[in-house]
């Protein structure tokens, strides 16, 4: 039975590897960047809003040429930074997000296109939502005021 049970545990964990995708050499070492850069501000976060959360992105999309001499890990940073601000200046936001906050994605495919008629923060706004305990943010390099405007996002979806 112990075997059994052993057995059964490998195979799920070799299932689960089965689906994370191959990432390419550029994408590895974005990955590494971005895990790295992630890791100070998600602690600091989680302390101030009393959360487990972790951060989700997909490496698989991040394409080299479009974020080229950018520290393109800083757009996601900005979504901890400012939710644990929240936490800290603001006690009834922390509250709230300390029972609803339970994942960050910064995601760098699915960006809705920017609008003719958008303002500075109109095309940041459209790319950031806060739904179902998820913050989700479509990164794009062309985005403005992101602290702000992920006070913005929490603030409408939890009001």
């Known amino acids: 039975m112990k075997k059994l049970a052993i057995a059964a545990a490998l195979g799920l964990s070799t299932f689960a590897f089965a689906d994370e995708p191959d990432?390419?050499?550029?994408?590895?070492?974005?990955?590494?960047k971005f895990d790295e850069a992630i890791e100070e501000p998600l602690?600091?976060?989680?302390?101030?809003?009393?959360?487990?959360?972790?951060?989700?992105t997909d490496y698989q999309n991040f394409k080299g040429d479009e974020w080229?001499?950018?520290?393109?890990?800083?757009?996601?940073?900005?979504?901890?930074?400012?939710?644990g601000s929240m936490c800290?200046?603001?006690?009834?936001y922390k509250k709230a997000l300390a029972k609803k906050l339970t994942s960050i994605s910064c995601l760098f495919a699915g960006v809705k296109p920017k609008?003719?008629?958008?303002?500075?923060?109109?095309?940041?706004?459209r790319?950031?939502?806060?739904?179902?305990?998820?913050?989700?943010?479509?990164?794009?390099?062309?985005?403005?005021?992101?602290?702000?405007n992920v006070?913005?996002?929490?603030?409408?979806?939890?009001?």
């Open 68 to 83: 080229s001499g950018m520290a393109f890990y800083s757009w996601c940073n900005a979504v901890p930074e400012a939710i």
């Open 23 to 32: 990432l390419k050499p550029a994408q590895e070492e974005a990955k590494a």
């Open 151 to 159: 006070k913005a996002t929490i603030e409408k979806a939890l009001n």
């Open 115 to 125: 609008d003719k008629k958008d303002g500075s923060n109109d095309f940041t706004l």
């Open 127 to 148: 790319n950031m939502s806060f739904e179902k305990g998820a913050f989700i943010f479509y990164m794009s390099k062309d985005m403005a005021n992101l602290n702000d």
């Open 43 to 56: 602690k600091d976060m989680n302390a101030k809003c009393g959360t487990k959360v972790t951060v989700k």
């Open 88 to 92: 800290a200046d603001r006690p009834a």
